[in-house]
């Protein structure tokens, strides 16, 4: 009897383990072929993406909004735990007693319902989500001032109790927001961080059976490492507990992502399984493309996703008199495609394009791209080495060696590409037109091999990809 018992709990564990295994298998993951590219139900997937708002869950046509995304060949959103009232539709997480003061104790059932159906219709339509959950905007300067957090605010601490201010009227780059300092490494605030436990236990209690989800420790943060390594480790022996297992990153401030304020991420790999440079997008250019390269270099003992869930840059943003524009936004969505990145994503207007009818264009063109060529098999010519005459921010390589060569122009212009040495022919050549979204035939025709071979576009941006014909 007690044997047969034993068999039956032995059986009973294998069978959980097992299927455990096989959700994990299914969840969103780097791809085992190629780690620097991502894998969903056992597929590589290239995420693409541009979207409204940051907080999408939070948005009144959540639903309307995805089938466009999708209809444009997005599969990618960023979603922010925020519930700033940038727009007035946002709600906060927290119940509000009858004086008008939040109970951090008590859920605002409502705001925990979007996010699960932000989640649903997601899951159901193949969009992986990338959820940042805390974002430094949200607890400083005027918002400061309508958080749940704020002690004036809620019913659960003071000022005395808590160590939170009154104000804290600077950019939160100055990092004089102790919320971000509660943590056991740092100014041990077990008052506060009992109820950050709680947001992000109610976050994940929500998120973690979903398996398009990945996570991101904070928002452009310049605070110390010791915040984010905290809650990857929390968010990873939460996740653990229920035999999952998740993929996180953090995402630094710093413009230069060579600098070291992004080595706590680069450097570990067995806390940070992808990292996020979407603050690289601030650089124009050559520099845009070359300090992406000298990561993906860096992170060669390594290799993992390396994701963009922001490309700055439209004809509204701040940022205009540095060239941060709408041409920039579309330059890098394409230098990071031919670059190697995992994800590419539009920020939200007015710093970025959205799902606007241009970024929604670059979207279809992708997806064309990716028709034709093989992006999960591609080498990179990151210094440009088979690309001759080449002229600063004129043309990207990436390539199959031997089978297939994509070549970026972001204005259009002539690049010779060297095949020499590379056996086989005929190859075929054929013209992506970006903005329009579509192949130009009999643009380019066909050629031989062996050779060095000069490629030509019209004004404007555009794809050449050459072929070794039946490839």
Same mark, same amino acid.
């Given at each position: 009897?007690?044997?047969?018992?034993?068999?039956?709990?032995?059986?009973?564990?294998?069978?959980?383990?097992?299927?455990?295994?096989?959700?994990?298998?299914?969840?969103?993951?780097?791809?085992?072929?190629?780690?620097?590219?991502?894998?969903?139900?056992?597929?590589?997937?290239?995420?693409? %993406?541009?979207?409204?708002?940051? =907080?999408?869950?939070?948005?009144?046509?959540?639903?309307?909004?995805?089938?466009?995304?999708?209809? &444009?060949?997005?599969?990618?959103?960023?979603?922010?735990?925020?519930?700033?009232?940038?727009?007035?539709?946002?709600?906060?997480?927290?119940?509000?007693?009858?004086?008008?003061?939040?109970?951090?104790?008590?859920?605002?059932?409502?705001?925990?319902?979007?996010?699960?159906? !932000?989640?649903?219709?997601?899951?159901?339509?193949?969009?992986?989500?990338?959820?940042?959950?805390?974002?430094?905007?949200?607890?400083?300067? %005027?918002?400061?001032? &309508?958080?749940?957090?704020?002690?004036?605010?809620?019913?659960?601490?003071?000022?005395?109790?808590?160590?939170?201010?009154?104000?804290?009227?600077?950019?939160?780059?100055?990092?004089?927001?102790?919320?971000?300092?509660?943590?056991?490494?740092?100014?041990?605030?077990?008052?506060?961080?009992?109820?950050?436990?709680?947001?992000?236990?109610?976050?994940?209690?929500?998120?973690?059976?979903?398996?398009?989800?990945?996570?991101?420790?904070?928002?452009?943060?310049?605070?110390?490492?010791?915040?984010?390594?905290?809650?990857?480790?929390?968010?990873?022996?939460?996740?653990?507990?229920?035999?999952?297992?998740?993929?996180?990153?953090?995402?630094?401030?710093?413009?230069?992502?060579?600098?070291?304020?992004? /080595?706590?991420?680069?450097?570990?790999?067995?806390?940070?399984?992808?990292?996020?440079?979407?603050?690289?997008?601030?650089?124009?250019?050559?520099?845009?493309?070359?300090?992406?390269?000298?990561?993906?270099?860096?992170?060669?003992?390594?290799?993992?996703? !390396?994701?963009?869930?922001?490309?700055?840059?439209?004809?509204?943003?701040?940022?205009?008199?540095?060239?941060?524009?709408?041409?920039?936004?579309?330059?890098?969505?394409?230098?990071?495609?031919?670059?190697?990145?995992?994800?590419?994503?539009?920020? /939200?207007?007015?710093?970025?394009?959205?799902?606007?009818?241009?970024?929604?264009? =670059?979207?279809?063109?992708?997806?064309?791209?990716?028709?034709?060529?093989?992006?999960?098999?591609?080498?990179?010519?990151?210094?440009?080495?088979?690309?001759?005459? /080449?002229?600063?921010?004129?043309?990207?390589?990436? /390539?199959?060696?031997?089978?297939?060569?994509?070549?970026?122009?972001?204005?259009?212009?002539?690049?010779?590409?060297?095949?020499?040495?590379?056996?086989?022919?005929?190859?075929?050549?054929?013209?992506?037109?970006?903005?329009?979204?579509?192949?130009?035939? %009999? &643009?380019?025709?066909?050629? &031989?091999?062996?050779?060095?071979?000069?490629?030509?576009?019209?004004?404007?941006?555009?794809?050449?990809?050459?072929?070794?014909?039946?490839?």
């Amino acid at each position: 009897m007690r044997r047969n018992l034993l068999l039956t709990l032995t059986g009973l564990i294998l069978m959980q383990t097992t299927t455990q295994a096989q959700g994990n298998a299914d969840r969103i993951q780097p791809w085992p072929e190629n780690p620097r590219f991502w894998q969903y139900h056992g597929e590589p997937v290239w995420l693409l %993406g541009g979207t409204v708002k940051d =907080n999408l869950f939070q948005i009144p046509d959540l639903e309307a909004h995805l089938d466009l995304l999708l209809a &444009a060949g997005g599969n990618y959103i960023r979603n922010t735990m925020s519930d700033r009232p940038d727009r007035g539709f946002e709600i906060k997480a927290y119940a509000m007693d009858d004086a008008g003061r939040y109970d951090l104790t008590r859920w605002n059932e409502a705001y925990w319902q979007r996010f699960e159906r !932000m989640l649903q219709l997601t899951a159901a339509r193949g969009i992986i989500v990338q959820i940042e959950l805390w974002d430094r905007f949200d607890h400083s300067q %005027g918002n400061w001032q &309508a958080d749940p957090f704020h002690p004036k605010n809620n019913v659960n601490y003071s000022h005395e109790t808590s160590l939170l201010a009154a104000e804290y009227p600077d950019h939160p780059g100055a990092n004089r927001q102790p919320f971000f300092y509660t943590v056991p490494d740092l100014r041990d605030n077990r008052i506060v961080l009992e109820f950050q436990h709680a947001f992000i236990d109610k976050v994940l209690s929500i998120s973690l059976p979903f398996d398009h989800v990945l996570y991101c420790m904070d928002n452009e943060t310049s605070g110390d490492p010791a915040w984010g390594r905290y809650w990857a480790h929390y968010v990873r022996a939460r996740a653990a507990r229920a035999g999952i297992e998740v993929h996180m990153t953090k995402m630094w401030d710093n413009w230069d992502v060579r600098h070291e304020t992004h /080595r706590p991420t680069f450097d570990h790999a067995e806390l940070y399984s992808f990292v996020d440079i979407a603050q690289n997008s601030h650089n124009p250019g050559e520099t845009n493309w070359d300090r992406a390269q000298w990561v993906r270099a860096y992170l060669t003992d390594h290799p993992r996703p !390396m994701n963009s869930t922001k490309i700055y840059g439209a004809d509204t943003s701040k940022w205009m008199d540095r060239g941060i524009d709408t041409e920039h936004a579309q330059q890098t969505f394409w230098r990071n495609l031919i670059g190697g990145f995992a994800s590419s994503r539009f920020h /939200r207007p007015p710093s970025g394009l959205g799902l606007s009818d241009l970024a929604q264009a =670059n979207l279809r063109s992708a997806r064309l791209l990716a028709s034709r060529f093989d992006v999960f098999h591609a080498e990179l010519d990151a210094e440009h080495h088979l690309l001759h005459d /080449r002229s600063t921010n004129e043309a990207y390589l990436t /390539r199959v060696p031997g089978r297939q060569y994509a070549v970026y122009f972001p204005q259009g212009g002539k690049v010779g590409l060297d095949l020499i040495g590379v056996a086989g022919g005929p190859w075929d050549v054929a013209l992506l037109d970006i903005a329009a979204s579509r192949w130009v035939e %009999g &643009a380019a025709g066909s050629t &031989a091999g062996g050779a060095v071979i000069a490629l030509l576009t019209p004004p404007g941006p555009h794809v050449v990809v050459v072929t070794l014909a039946g490839s």
